[in-house]
C-alpha cells in the first residue's frame, strides 16, 4: 500500500466535465496590454468619455503597483503581455429577443445544462450568460422590468442607466484596491448589472453564467449590485471552462451596494477548469468581491469553490451602518493539483454590527486549501460581534489546510469568536457507509456533503442540488 | 445458510484468525464469547468485508462466495454488521443516512427504491422495537450520541435493513441495564426462520434474553468450544482461564477436566 489508500485513490480520480469548448466566431485582440488596448477595449464597447478616463487611471494604478506576495500559492509567474485583453463571440449586433441568440452559443449552454430558451428554463431564474466576458443573452427581462428591476449586461448599463453606474462604479471597490482589481478596472470587457428600486422585493432570483471559451485569453468581468432601501435581492453565480494546457486568467470584481435595511443575498457556484492531475491548465482566479452594507442591511455571501487551478478570493462586507449585518458562507475543495487560498474581509465600522464566518476547506489529492480571514472592529463599532468557524476536511494524505485568521478589534466592546477544526475523511467512515450498501462513490459523497451541511443550506434549492452534485462529481472522478 | 470452513486472517505478518470453522443454519442464533483480542471482531469483520485484511479459507452465504464480494455487494447479500465502535459520519442527517441504506441494497437487489413516506413507516416501527426518541433520526448519523446511544441506533439499522445475517459485535456493552433489555428484545423480535444471527459478546446477561441456539468459544483464533446455552453460564462462572495457554488439539480434555 503506498502512503494513501487505493480506495481513496481511486476516488479522487476524477474528470472534468464541462471540459468541451465551442467553435465560435470570436473576435480576438492580439495578446498583450498598453494603453492602446485599454483604448480599443473601451472604443469597442462606444463607451463614454468618463468611463475611458476611469479606465486608463486605472491602467496607471496597476502599473505602479507590484504583484501581490503569493504567501501560502505556489504559482507560475503570470505574463500579462502574452494574454488578449478581448475576445467576444462575433455575431449579432444587438440582441433584441433570445431567439436571436447565435445558436451555436445556445447550443454551447444546452451542453452546459443552462438553457437560455425561457419557456425551456427554471421559471424564478433569469439568467444573464457572459461567454468571454461579454453578456451574450439576459433572460425575463420583461418580468423583471414590471418589477422595476433592472437586469442586464455591464455594456448596456453604461448606454442606459450612464448615471447608476457612473455613481457605484468603483465605490466599493476602488481601482486601486489591489493589482487585479485595478487590471480588472482598465480592461474589464463585460459582466452583469442589477438594481434593485426602494422597497422591491426581486421576483426571481437573478443568475449570470460565465463561459471561458477562447483561448489565451483573460476574462475579466465586472458586476454591480445595488439595491436601494428596503429591498431584496438573491443573485447566483456560475461558471465553467473548457479544458486547455495553458493556465488562463480570470479576474472579476463584483461590487454590492446594500442601501438601508435591504437585503443582498449573493451565492457563488465555480466551477472553473482545475488543470490535469499533473497541475497542468486550469484558470487562475483571482477575484475581488466586496460589498457594503448601510442602516440595517445584509450581505450574505455563500460560494461553492470547486473548480480552477487557483482561487484567489475574498468576499467581503464593510459593516457601515448601525446594526448591519455581514455573512460567509463557504466551501472550497481542493483537489489534484488546485489551490485555494479563501476567506472573507468583515470591516465593522457601525455599532451594534455583526458577522458570521462559516467556512468549509475540503482539500483532496495533492489539493491545498487555505483560509485566509480578517475580522476588523473600528473604535466607531460600538458592541460589534463576530463568529468565525473554519472547518478543514482532508481526504487522502498528500493534502494541506491552513487556517489564518487575523483580528484587529480597536473597541474594547467588540466581541469575537473563533472555532476551528481539522477532520480527515476515514476509511472507517467509507467502511461503515458501504456495509449499509452504498458505493465508495455515494459513501464518499455522502460524508463530504454532510460536511458541508451547513453551507449549503444557505444556497437556494436549485443551487443546492447542483452544488452537491458538484461536489460529488469533483471528488468522484472526483468522488462520486 | 453461513459456511465458514477453516478461515484464515492476517493483518501484516500477524496472524489473528487461524482456521475458523463454523455453519449456521436458517433461523439459528449462535453467541461467540472469548476473552478480548481473542480475534471476534475480527471475525466479524472479515464476514463484513473490511480492507486490509488478508483472508485465507471459506465464507459462504447461501452458497455465494463471501471473500469475493466488496463491502457493499455483501450488504446487498443479505450481511449486516452491528458495529463494536459504530462510526460516526457529521453533517449526514439519520434518517437520510438510513434511508440511502436501505435503497442502496434495494438497487443492488434490483428491487424498486422506497418513497420517503413509505420510509416513514418502516422508519417507525423500527423506533419502536428500539423505544427510541424520533429526534434521533433528525440527528447526524451517531454524531454525540452516548455510547448506549449508538448501539441502539445499530439495531435500528438492522430492523430497516432487515438482513438475513446479522452479526452483532458487542451490541450490548455499554449499555445500562434498561437498554440492555430494550434492545436485546429488539433483537428478539427480530429473529426470524430465514434470519441467522451471529451475536458476539462477553456477557451471559444478554443471552438470557436471546437464549442462543449455539455458544462458541474463540481463543486465539481458533473456536475451541462449542455447546448450547448452557456453555455461557458455565463461562460466566468460570472464565476463560481453562482455554488459554493450551496446546492446540488439548482443548477438548482440559476442557472436561474442568466441567466434571
Ligand atoms: N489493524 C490491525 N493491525 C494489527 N493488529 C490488529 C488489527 N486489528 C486487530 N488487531 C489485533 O488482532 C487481535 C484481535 O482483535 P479483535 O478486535 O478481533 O479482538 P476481539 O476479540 O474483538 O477483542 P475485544 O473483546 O476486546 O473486542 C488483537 O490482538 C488486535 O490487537
Ligand atoms: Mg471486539
Known amino acids: 500500500m503506498t502512503s494513501q489508500s487505493p480506495v481513496i485513490e481511486e476516488l479522487l480520480d476524477g474528470s472534468y466535465e464541462y471540459g468541451f469548448s465551442t467553435d465560435l466566431d470570436t473576435d480576438i485582440a492580439p495578446p498583450g496590454l498598453n ?35 503569493w504567501a501560502k500559492l505556489d504559482i507560475e509567474p503570470i505574463d500579462y503581455q502574452s494574454i488578449s485583453y478581448w475576445a467576444a463571440p462575433k455575431p449579432k449586433p444587438t440582441l433584441d429577443s433570445m431567439d436571436d441568440v447565435d445558436p451555436e452559443i445556445r447550443e454551447m449552454f444546452d451542453k452546459l445544462g443552462i ?18 466576458s461579454v453578456s451574450v443573452t439576459t433572460t425575463f427581462k420583461a418580468t423583471l422590468a414590471e418589477a422595476g428591476v433592472i437586469f442586464c449586461s455591464f455594456s448596456e448599463a453604461v448606454r442606459e442607466h450612464p448615471d447608476l453606474v457612473r455613481e457605484h462604479l468603483g465605490s466599493v471597490v476602488p481601482f486601486r484596491d489591489n493589482y487585479f482589481a485595478a487590471l480588472n478596472s482598465a480592461v474589464f470587457s463585460d459582466g452583469s448589472f442589477c438594481y434593485i428600486p426602494t422597497g422591491v422585493r426581486c421576483p426571481m ?32 453565480e456560475g461558471c465553467t471552462a473548457p479544458m486547455r494546457d495553458e493556465n488562463q486568467l480570470h479576474a472579476a ?9 435591504a437585503t443582498i443575498k449573493y451565492s457563488t457556484v465555480q466551477n472553473w477548469y482545475p488543470g490535469d492531475d ?47 449585518v455581514g455573512e460567509f458562507y463557504s466551501v472550497a475543495l481542493s483537489n489534484k493539483r488546485q489551490q485555494a487560498d479563501t476567506g472573507t474581509k468583515m470591516v465593522h465600522i457601525g455599532a451594534d454590527t455583526s458577522s458570521t464566518v462559516i467556512s468549509k476547506g475540503i482539500s483532496a489529492g495533492h489539493g491545498r486549501n487555505t483560509y485566509r480571514g480578517l475580522v476588523k472592529m473600528l473604535r466607531s463599532a460600538d458592541n460589534a460581534r463576530n463568529y468565525t468557524q473554519c472547518d478543514s476536511l482532508l481526504i487522502g494524505k498528500e493534502c494541506a489546510a491552513n487556517t489564518i485568521p487575523y483580528i484587529e478589534v480597536k473597541n474594547p466592546t467588540g466581541q469575537v469568536e473563533h472555532e476551528a477544526s481539522t477532520s480527515t475523511v476515514g476509511e472507517d467512515q467509507l467502511y461503515y457507509c458501504r456495509q449499509r450498501g452504498m458505493t465508495e462513490e455515494d459513501a464518499m459523497a455522502m460524508i463530504v456533503n454532510g460536511f458541508c451541511r451547513e453551507v449549503f443550506g444557505e444556497l437556494p434549492m436549485e443551487f443546492a442540488v447542483e452544488a452537491q452534485r458538484l461536489l460529488s462529481v469533483s471528488l468522484e472522478g472526483s468522488v462520486g | 445458510m453461513l459456511h465458514v470452513e477453516n478461515l484464515t486472517v492476517s493483518i501484516g505478518d500477524k ?16 453467541a461467540i464469547m472469548g476473552p478480548n483480542g481473542s480475534g471476534k471482531s475480527t471475525f466479524a469483520h472479515a464476514l463484513a468485508g473490511r480492507e486490509g485484511y488478508d483472508v485465507g479459507g471459506t465464507a459462504t452465504l447461501d452458497g455465494a462466495d463471501l471473500l469475493e464480494m466488496e463491502p457493499e455487494e455483501r450488504a446487498a447479500a443479505g450481511v449486516f454488521m452491528g458495529f463494536q465502535y459504530p462510526v460516526e459520519i457529521p453533517g449526514v442527517n439519520n434518517m437520510y443516512f438510513l434511508r440511502t441504506a436501505l435503497n442502496s441494497v434495494r438497487q443492488a437487489r434490483g428491487e424498486d427504491e422506497v418513497s420517503a413516506r413509505e420510509f416513514l413507516e418502516v422508519a417507525k416501527r423500527a423506533m419502536q422495537l428500539v423505544d427510541m426518541n424520533p429526534d434521533f433520526l433528525q440527528r447526524s448519523v451517531n454524531a454525540g450520541f452516548s455510547g448506549g446511544e449508538k448501539k441502539r441506533n445499530e439495531i435500528l439499522q438492522m430492523a430497516v435493513m432487515e438482513p438475513r445475517l446479522a452479526v ?93
Not at chain 1, 428554463?121 to 461567454?131: C, E, H, P, R, T
Not at chain 2, 489473528?16 to 436458517?26: F, N, Q
Request: glycine share 6%; hydrophobic share 40%.
Open chain 1, 35 to 69: 494603453e492602446d488596448v485599454v483604448r480599443l477595449i473601451s472604443a469597442k464597447k462606444g463607451e463614454p468619455e468618463w468611463l475611458l478616463e476611469w479606465r486608463l487611471k486605472a491602467f496607471a494604478a496597476w502599473q505602479a503597483m507590484d504583484e501581490p506576495d
Open chain 1, 115 to 132: 438553457p437560455l430558451h425561457e419557456q425551456k428554463m427554471l421559471s424564478n431564474v433569469a439568467i444573464d450568460a457572459v461567454v468571454d
Open chain 1, 205 to 236: 432570483e437573478l443568475s449570470t453564467y460565465f463561459r471561458i471559451n477562447s483561448q489565451n485569453t483573460g476574462q475579466f468581468e465586472r458586476t454591480l449590485i445595488v439595491a436601494e432601501d428596503d429591498s431584496y435581492v438573491s443573485y447566483l
Open chain 1, 253 to 261: 470584481v463584483v461590487e454590492l451596494v446594500a442601501k438601508d435595511r
Open chain 1, 278 to 324: 499533473n497541475g497542468v491548465g486550469g484558470i487562475y482566479n483571482f477575484v475581488t468581491k466586496r460589498g457594503r452594507a448601510h442602516t440595517d442591511a445584509k450581505i450574505s455571501w455563500t460560494q461553492v469553490e470547486t473548480g480552477s487551478a487557483i482561487t484567489w478570493k475574498y468576499p467581503s462586507v464593510i459593516l457601515q451602518g448601525d446594526r448591519s
Open chain 2, 15 to 30: 496472524r489473528i484468525l487461524r482456521g475458523l470453522d463454523l455453519d449456521v443454519r436458517p433461523g439459528e442464533v449462535h
Open chain 2, 168 to 260: 452483532l459485535d458487542e451490541t450490548d456493552s455499554g449499555l445500562d441495564i434498561d437498554a440492555l433489555k430494550v434492545v436485546a428484545s429488539g433483537v428478539h423480535a427480530l429473529r426470524g426462520p430465514e434470519r441467522s444471527m451471529v451475536v458476539i459478546t462477553h456477557y451471559q446477561r444478554l443471552l438470557e434474553y436471546i437464549t442462543p441456539d449455539f455458544v462458541h468459544v474463540l481463543v486465539d483464533g481458533r473456536i475451541v468450544e462449542s455447546g448450547d446455552s448452557s456453555l455461557a453460564l458455565h463461562l460466566d462462572d468460570h472464565g476463560y482461564a481453562q482455554f488459554l495457554a493450551v496446546a492446540p488439539g488439548d482443548e477438548q480434555r482440559s476442557l472436561a477436566a474442568t466441567r466434571s
